[in-house]
């Protein structure tokens, strides 16, 4: 295509002006988060407020890290996190391949049943499942958060995989069956190898979902030794006193882990959301 | 389908010749299925569709956290229609979806255009616009209750620093200047997720209608909504609708910028649920102000389950 000279200049200021705006209103506040946790309490209350801390100090994250419960919290976070992961991943998979390979009655209402699930928000469930919970003797137990979580986590997990196993040739699975293959040992021995990568990406899901959700954790848990830091956070919430400084420093070590994953496998994420809609 | 049993076709007096030994993949394909689904349907089945219903029974008791209370018929709802809470929550609710995800799709078509262009280091800039997406939910809700902070707060600062006003702005306790502020860190939470969808719609779409029409005089602006557009119809639809059942269940937005507050008069239906059902512990009442919203989510689940099963297919 050709376009005239001053047609380029004014596309690429125009793209400038453009990406500067999106970069500054992406980012800000996630700079204002790091530079607060760095900052003194007399200084993060100081008139006009400051774009760098004068003298940035570790005090916020030494409160957090040292003479908190937030690591505690971190911890549970982790294993509800990665149970529900392990979990949601097998039951996923188990699901997900009848319904993209094999025939039998019903499919068809099974994977409207797990689209619906997907799609069902966990804010109009959160009072039943309170309920359910608490009839189980479960409210309160790192194990009622965790399958609380598998009512998003499984139908997700089964509805990526699902595109993910129908991309793979359904030849592979015919010379798996003439080889004597039960359709076990085809899944685990010929899909799965071939579906790792998408299997990763959902497992990175499952986990991202687990570790940021925060209504459940609200709701489910509340002691010292079940609370997520999700739940752990708004505990620092007194009243209408913020204690800024250790709630942005906590902050920042929570968000770590997520954005370490997200910068590793930022591609397999694009494309992981294009092709299931994952929630946002 | 299974060929009828050789016996069948053979004339009386003659012994079929011996079956070969079934395989052990011919037993009948359904059997291995459903036990492949039998995990995840017991999750469904328990953890899904019972707590659905039960949900529905609750909200027709006067049920209280640890006591059953009983079954009272619609007298919740009834509660509920007369309850200036509710109402002012719903079209809370309203505004507040409708606008929020409004506002995504004409801004997300923006970013997702902008970050299409040739310009250097555009990978970098993609994952850093799409860096708030990665931010826990809650997390970024405490950091716009920060920025947006009265007394020590940026905005505040920047506001008059700036000379828009003298007077001090209340961010988060005036509330119709509350719902506005809840909808820019909403849209600043969910926006990523409108430009990723929109960026990979654009980046598959042909390039030659687009310089067909190019050829024919149409200039960028004319072919974006005449070519690019239409092809974008089926990501449009399944975003905007997928943004609608989340943005309207923002809870912790709202939980973590106002509480519902001041006087209850920025409570969304899901806030609102919370304190009835948890925070007041009447949970037939928490249940019935969900199960009024249940409807409304039906007819729109519905309609995507639709629209996604038939891209799949």
Same mark, same amino acid.
């Given at each position: 295509?050709?376009?005239?000279?001053?047609?380029?200049?004014?596309?690429?200021?125009?793209?400038?002006?453009?990406?500067?705006?999106?970069?500054?209103?992406?980012?800000?506040?996630?700079?204002?988060?790091?530079?607060?946790?760095?900052?003194?309490?007399?200084?993060? #209350?100081?008139? /006009? !407020?400051? %774009? @760098?801390?004068?003298?940035?100090?570790?005090?916020?994250? =030494?409160?957090? +890290?040292? $003479?908190?419960?937030?690591?505690?919290?971190?911890?549970?976070?982790?294993?509800?996190?990665?149970?529900?992961?392990?979990?949601?991943?097998?039951?996923?998979?188990?699901?997900?391949?009848?319904?993209?390979?094999?025939?039998?009655?019903?499919?068809?209402?099974?994977?409207?049943?797990?689209?619906?699930? #997907?799609?069902? /928000? !966990?804010? %109009? @469930?959160?009072?039943?499942?309170?309920?359910?919970?608490? =009839?189980?003797? +479960?409210? $309160?137990?790192?194990?009622?958060?965790?399958?609380?979580?598998?009512?998003?986590?499984?139908?997700?997990?089964?509805?990526?995989?699902?595109?993910?196993?129908?991309?793979?040739?359904?030849?592979?699975?015919?010379?798996?069956?003439?080889?004597?293959?039960?359709?076990?040992?085809?899944?685990?021995?010929?899909?799965?190898?071939?579906?790792?990568?998408?299997?990763?990406?959902?497992?990175?899901?499952?986990?991202?979902?687990?570790?940021?959700?925060?209504?459940?954790?609200?709701?489910?848990?509340?002691?010292?030794?079940?609370?997520?830091?999700?739940?752990?956070?708004?505990?620092?919430?007194?009243?209408?006193?913020?204690?800024?400084?250790?709630?942005?420093?906590?902050?920042?070590?929570?968000?770590?882990?997520?954005?370490?994953?997200?910068?590793?496998?930022?591609?397999?994420?694009?494309?992981?959301?294009?092709?299931?809609?994952?929630?946002? | 389908?299974?060929?009828?049993?050789?016996?069948?076709?053979?004339?009386?007096?003659?012994?079929?010749?011996?079956?070969?030994?079934?395989?052990?993949?011919?037993?009948?394909?359904?059997?291995?299925?459903?036990?492949?689904?039998?995990?995840?349907?017991?999750?469904?089945?328990?953890?899904?569709?019972?707590?659905?219903?039960?949900?529905?029974?609750?909200?027709?008791?006067?049920?209280?956290?640890?006591?059953?209370?009983?079954?009272?018929?619609?007298?919740?709802?009834?509660?509920?229609?007369?309850?200036?809470?509710?109402?002012?929550?719903?079209?809370?609710?309203?505004?507040?979806?409708?606008?929020?995800?409004?506002?995504?799709?004409?801004?997300?078509?923006?970013?997702?255009?902008?970050?299409?262009?040739?310009?250097?280091?555009?990978?970098?800039?993609?994952?850093?616009?799409?860096?708030?997406?990665?931010?826990?939910?809650?997390?970024?809700?405490?950091?716009?209750?920060?920025?947006?902070?009265?007394?020590?707060?940026?905005?505040?600062?920047?506001?008059?620093?700036?000379?828009?006003?003298?007077?001090?702005?209340?961010?988060?306790?005036?509330?119709?200047?509350?719902?506005?502020?809840?909808?820019?860190?909403?849209?600043?939470?969910?926006?990523?997720?409108?430009?990723?969808?929109?960026?990979?719609?654009?980046?598959?779409?042909?390039?030659?209608?687009?310089?067909?029409?190019?050829?024919?005089?149409?200039?960028?602006?004319?072919?974006?909504?005449?070519?690019?557009?239409?092809?974008?119809?089926?990501?449009?639809?399944?975003?905007?609708?997928?943004?609608?059942?989340?943005?309207?269940?923002?809870?912790?937005?709202?939980?973590?910028?106002?509480?519902?507050?001041?006087?209850?008069?920025?409570?969304?239906?899901?806030?609102?649920?919370?304190?009835?059902?948890?925070?007041?512990?009447?949970?037939?009442?928490?249940?019935?102000?969900?199960?009024?919203?249940?409807?409304?989510?039906?007819?729109?689940?519905?309609?995507?389950?639709?629209?996604?099963?038939?891209?799949?297919?």
């Amino acid at each position: 295509m050709v376009k005239s000279w001053s047609e380029l200049l004014v596309g690429r200021i125009v793209t400038t002006i453009g990406v500067a705006i999106a970069l500054f209103w992406s980012l800000a506040p996630i700079y204002w988060i790091v530079v607060t946790s760095l900052k003194t309490s007399r200084e993060i #209350y100081a008139i /006009p !407020p400051t %774009l @760098l801390p004068a003298r940035a100090t570790l005090q916020n994250f =030494n409160t957090a +890290l040292f $003479n908190s419960k937030f690591p505690q919290f971190v911890m549970n976070s982790a294993t509800v996190a990665v149970s529900v992961t392990l979990i949601s991943a097998v039951i996923g998979a188990l699901a997900a391949y009848p319904i993209a390979r094999m025939q039998f009655k019903g499919r068809g209402v099974t994977a409207r049943a797990i689209v619906m699930a #997907y799609l069902l /928000p !966990p804010s %109009l @469930l959160f009072i039943p499942l309170f309920v359910v919970l608490q =009839n189980l003797g +479960l409210i $309160n137990t790192k194990t009622g958060l965790v399958l609380a979580y598998l009512t998003f986590t499984v139908p997700f997990c089964t509805w990526m995989l699902i595109g993910y196993f129908r991309t793979i040739p359904i030849e592979l699975d015919e010379a798996a069956k003439v080889d004597g293959a039960t359709r076990l040992q085809t899944l685990l021995k010929v899909v799965l190898p071939i579906a790792k990568p998408g299997l990763a990406v959902v497992a990175l899901f499952a986990f991202t979902h687990a570790w940021n959700e925060f209504l459940y954790a609200l709701v489910f848990v509340h002691s010292n030794d079940t609370k997520t830091f999700t739940a752990g956070l708004t505990g620092l919430i007194m009243g209408d006193t913020f204690i800024w400084g250790q709630l942005m420093a906590s902050s920042v070590i929570a968000i770590a882990p997520i954005l370490v994953i997200y910068i590793i496998a930022q591609r397999y994420i694009v494309e992981g959301l294009a092709a299931g809609s994952v929630k946002g | 389908m299974r060929p009828a049993t050789p016996e069948a076709s053979l004339p009386k007096g003659f012994t079929a010749p011996p079956i070969p030994r079934r395989h052990p993949t011919r037993r009948p394909d359904w059997l291995a299925a459903y036990l492949f689904l039998a995990p995840a349907a017991a999750v469904f089945a328990a953890f899904i569709a019972y707590p659905l219903v039960d949900g529905v029974l609750t909200s027709f008791t006067s049920n209280v956290v640890g006591r059953n209370g009983q079954f009272i018929g619609f007298a919740n709802f009834a509660t509920l229609l007369a309850d200036p809470h509710f109402a002012r929550a719903a079209m809370n609710s309203l505004f507040l979806t409708s606008g929020v995800v409004a506002i995504k799709l004409v801004v997300g078509l923006a970013c997702a255009v902008l970050l299409a262009q040739k310009m250097p280091a555009r990978g970098l800039i993609r994952a850093l616009v799409f860096l708030p997406w990665a931010v826990p939910g809650l997390i970024a809700g405490l950091s716009w209750k920060w920025i947006f902070d009265e007394q020590a707060g940026v905005l505040s600062y920047l506001v008059q620093a700036l000379g828009l006003t003298d007077q001090p702005v209340y961010w988060l306790s005036d509330p119709k200047i509350a719902m506005f502020s809840i909808g820019i860190a909403m849209v600043w939470h969910g926006l990523p997720f409108f430009t990723m969808m929109f960026l990979a719609a654009l980046t598959a779409i042909p390039g030659d209608l687009n310089e067909a029409a190019a050829i024919d005089g149409a200039g960028p602006i004319r072919r974006f909504f005449a070519v690019t557009l239409p092809q974008m119809k089926e990501v449009i639809f399944v975003t905007v609708m997928l943004s609608a059942i989340w943005t309207f269940n923002s809870f912790h937005m709202v939980f973590i910028l106002t509480g519902g507050g001041p006087a209850m008069r920025t409570h969304i239906l899901p806030t609102l649920a919370y304190d009835y059902g948890i925070t007041q512990s009447q949970l037939g009442l928490g249940a019935a102000v969900l199960v009024s919203v249940i409807p409304v989510f039906f007819i729109l689940i519905m309609l995507l389950t639709r629209r996604m099963l038939a891209s799949k297919q």
